[in-house]
């Protein structure tokens, strides 16, 4: 009995969780019969899935001794391990259990990668960074190469985290891109935050060296030597063993984009090293080789700022003389790229530990840099607008501008000018940049050197005639303004020289034509030379350059009234009318019209009568090839030579063809004119056809109405009483009461002095009846539209049409006195 009780106090006492229910029973005896049935595992599982965890995990782990192989068991423990686990701390003793339990699923569950990442993340919780590390490189011994990614995200990760040795995660890392070399990119970032500038710099020149490498993360080549750059610069003393020059020369030479930034940045690396006489040499090498105005400019600040901060430093430093030994110090530097800089202090004592020979007195020649790096700015800016496009020509005289007060320069910018622009690809005019050059000599007085550019500049091939003309016309202006008038004339002469026929066809053979054998045909040569001949030259040699631009077919409408005028002076009459002629013969409508008003009016008052009918034939001729629109001037210039001249008759004449050729709008004035001539002529009732001919001949019902109010007055004038009213009940069909008021007032006012009630009545029918059509539907005519009047009631118009004439109606019935 005793025994007994001894072994019972030995056994140790078991949880009531763990002890079997009831409800446990079906579930232990189908596992009793099928031991290896996942199923039934998974069923009791589910089954006590409120359990408490230490219940749940002997139930996992006799389900896996019973079925170690099943990933489906070992995946569910192993997360409910792991939340366990989730609030304790790491060194509490669950997770050394959890760490026993996913090396016992391991053994079997080796080639599952999800059992892998889920160990390597517990553990790099855990910071077991030796243990950590040997299980990342079990895992990808064990698992095939096509899952490995799936292992080197969280592996990369755990090597990037503070604590872990460098060395460590540099091996790691060199092991991956063995792996995937496309992931470069990342490694150069690890080593950049390293601080481990050697290596980084090395794989970043690795890469730009690769034609094929193509970046994950979508950088440019041009953003990656830029990286380079940065690199190399900044660290100029922690990188070596690299040509620095030439690796940022070759991104000089392979982008044109951000140039500047690359020029400054090898001028920085220069200043680190101390090189600073070698760091003025790139930024000057910049200046003169970038070809846009933003490189530039970010290249000379950059090199004001070295430049300024070098004299400041200079004159603190010859301030305060004792803090020259801390003014040795090699580790400054100046990061002119970025604008960045250390304190003018530092560099200037960086400086003066740089230089073989320490001048105290060397502030003014730092001062006179600073200046002289200023004063070329202007001429800096030019030279880089000149390599954008070197044969602009704008440009370059605005390059001779900026040496105005220095004539050496200004001749030998101009001669580089006039070399470099190529005049088929010039912007703008290139002959005046020969001009200007001939000028500059002229203004100091040295002809002969100006000839002598003339000379080469009419030589030059330009892209238009128009170019070389304007170069002979400067020529022989200067010839004139130091009054070599012989000069000036043979010059002109020589340009005016039409090419041999040999030299013609030599040409023909090159299959290229200059313009010099096309000056011959320049009008503006020829307008320059026949003034130089009309004021230095003789009448004959002035018509003959003339005769030359009519033969040549160049001549221009003055050319041929300035050439008539000449003659005229000169009492060659007949020889002027031929001009005309011949101006008239070559030139069409419009440019013909001066030169036939010119030319008639000249004719008429040169002959007058005595030439009548040639000057009647010349007006006919001039009519004919007129057009409608200009042809007024000419018929009433021709009426009035018949007036003059001619006979009275054949200047109605005129008249009359004149109302039928000239446009619709002119026919008012032209009978206008017409009637006032006839009247004066032959008096007033020759005009009687006149007027009834203008109104018959379809003019607007507004001048038919004006035409008919006068004809009415001169029949009124004339004592034909009746034949005035027939001709205003004839014109009442063009005058609309409701906005012709003014006739109606002159027909009642007509009526009052000279009608009966009859014929009152008369205009009073005829105007209702004219009143009562226009309210009828109707198109309104273009007149109408201008009026703001509202179209009025028919009744209420009657009604005060009686009302108002009634008073005019009472006077007409009074008895007349005889």
């Not at 080549?221 to 990286?227: C, G, P, T, V």
């Not at 892209?463 to 000069?487: I, P, Q, Y």
């Not at 008249?655 to 002529?681: D, G, H, S």
Request: charge should be neutral; include cysteine; glycine fraction near 4%.
């Amino acid at each position: 009995m005793s025994t007994a009780s001894s072994e019972a106090k030995s056994r140790p006492s078991i949880s009531p969780e763990l002890c079997l229910t009831d409800a446990d029973l079906p579930y232990e005896e189908e596992i009793l019969r099928n031991p290896f049935t996942l199923k039934l595992w998974w069923r009791y599982l589910i089954a006590r899935s409120t359990a408490p965890f230490a219940a749940r995990s002997v139930l996992y782990e006799r389900a896996l001794r019973a079925l170690p192989g099943s990933y489906k068991l070992w995946h569910a423990y192993l997360l409910e391990r792991l939340e366990s686990v989730r609030s304790l701390p790491v060194t509490h003793p669950n997770y050394s259990s959890l760490n026993n339990t996913f090396e016992r699923a391991l053994v079997t569950m080796h080639k599952m990668p999800r059992i892998w990442t889920m160990y390597l993340e517990s553990l790099t919780h855990q910071r077991l960074l030796t243990r950590t590390r040997h299980t990342f490189d079990r895992a990808l011994r064990a698992l095939p190469v096509t899952q490995h990614d799936r292992i080197w995200g969280p592996y990369l990760a755990f090597v990037s985290q503070q604590g872990v040795p460098v060395e460590t995660s540099l091996r790691v890392y060199r092991r991956y891109l063995k792996f995937d070399p496309t992931h470069i990119e990342d490694f150069i970032e690890f080593l950049i935050n390293s601080k481990l500038w050697q290596e980084a710099a090395e794989h970043l020149a690795s890469v730009l060296n690769d034609d094929g490498f193509y970046s994950i993360k979508s950088k440019t080549k041009h953003q990656l030597w830029l990286e380079l750059c940065d690199l190399l610069t900044c660290h100029a003393n922690e990188v070596s063993g690299m040509n620095v020059d030439a690796i940022i020369r070759c991104g000089i030479r392979k982008f044109n984009v951000e140039v500047g930034c690359l020029w400054t940045s090898l001028a920085d690396y220069y200043i680190r090293r101390g090189l600073y006489e070698k760091a003025r040499d790139v930024f000057e090498e910049g200046l003169i080789t970038v070809v846009t105005v933003r490189d530039f400019s970010v290249i000379f600040d950059c090199y004001t700022m070295f430049e300024e901060s070098a004299t400041n430093a200079k004159m603190e430093t010859m301030g305060d003389s004792d803090d020259e030994e801390d003014g040795q110090e090699e580790d400054g530097s100046v990061d002119v790229r970025l604008g960045l800089s250390l304190s003018v202090e530092k560099l200037g004592k960086r400086i003066l530990a740089g230089f073989w020979l320490n001048d105290d007195n060397d502030l003014d020649l730092r001062l006179a840099r600073l200046d002289h790096l200023m004063n070329r700015r202007p001429e800096l800016v030019n030279s880089v607008l000149l390599r954008q496009n070197p044969h602009n020509v704008e440009q370059w005289h605005k390059r001779v501008k900026l040496f105005e007060g220095n004539p050496t320069r200004q001749i030998l910018t101009f001669t580089e000018a006039v070399r470099t622009v190529d005049p088929m690809k010039a912007v703008g005019k290139p002959h005046t940049l020969w001009v200007a050059f001939a000028q500059l000599y002229e203004n100091h007085n040295d002809v002969a050197n100006a000839r002598v550019i003339f000379e080469k500049a009419v030589q030059v091939d330009y892209k238009t005639v128009d170019h070389l003309a304007s170069v002979w016309c400067e020529w022989a202006e200067m010839e004139l303004r130091h009054k070599n008038f012989k000069g000036t004339l043979e010059l002109m002469r020589r340009a005016m020289a039409e090419p041999s026929v040999e030299v013609k066809r030599r040409v023909a053979v090159d299959g290229h034509e200059p313009v010099q054998m096309k000056l011959h045909r320049s009008l503006r040569v020829w307008t320059f030379y026949v003034d130089l001949e009309e004021s230095l030259g003789t009448l004959q040699s002035t018509r003959a350059v003339y005769e030359r631009i009519l033969d040549l077919k160049i001549a221009t409408p003055q050319i041929i009234i300035n050439y008539a005028l000449l003659l005229e002076e000169n009492k060659y009459f007949e020889d002027a009318f031929k001009v005309y002629e011949r101006g008239a013969k070559i030139f069409k409508y419009p440019h013909v019209k001066d030169i036939w008003v010119t030319y008639l009016s000249k004719f008429v008052k040169r002959y007058g009568k005595t030439k009548l009918e040639q000057a009647r034939e010349l007006f006919k001729h001039a009519i004919k090839m007129t057009p409608a629109e200009d042809v007024k001037p000419m018929y009433l210039q021709y009426a009035k030579l018949e007036e003059d001249y001619g006979l009275a008759m054949r200047a109605l004449e005129v008249y009359e063809q004149a109302t039928k050729a000239v446009p619709e709008n002119e026919k008012m004035n032209i009978y206008e004119i017409y009637i006032a001539r006839a009247a004066e002529i032959f008096g007033v009732p020759s005009t009687r056809e006149i007027y009834k001919q203008a109104i018959e001949s379809g003019l607007p019902d507004k001048d038919a109405k004006s035409l008919s109010m006068k004809y009415a007055e001169v029949e009124k004038s004339l004592g034909e009483i009746d034949r005035a009213r027939l001709i205003y009940a004839h014109a009442s069909h063009f005058a609309d009461p409701r906005f012709a008021s003014d006739f109606w007032n002159k027909w009642l006012e007509f009526e009052v002095q000279h009608g009966n009630e009859g014929t009152f009545r008369e205009m009073l029918r005829r105007k209702r009846s004219i009143l009562a059509g226009s309210s009828q539907p109707r198109i309104i005519l273009p007149e109408y539209l201008m009026q703001k009047d509202q179209k009025p009631n028919l009744e209420e118009e009657t009604v005060d049409t009686l009302k108002s004439h009634s008073g005019a109606l009472e006077r007409i019935k009074r008895p007349r006195l005889q």
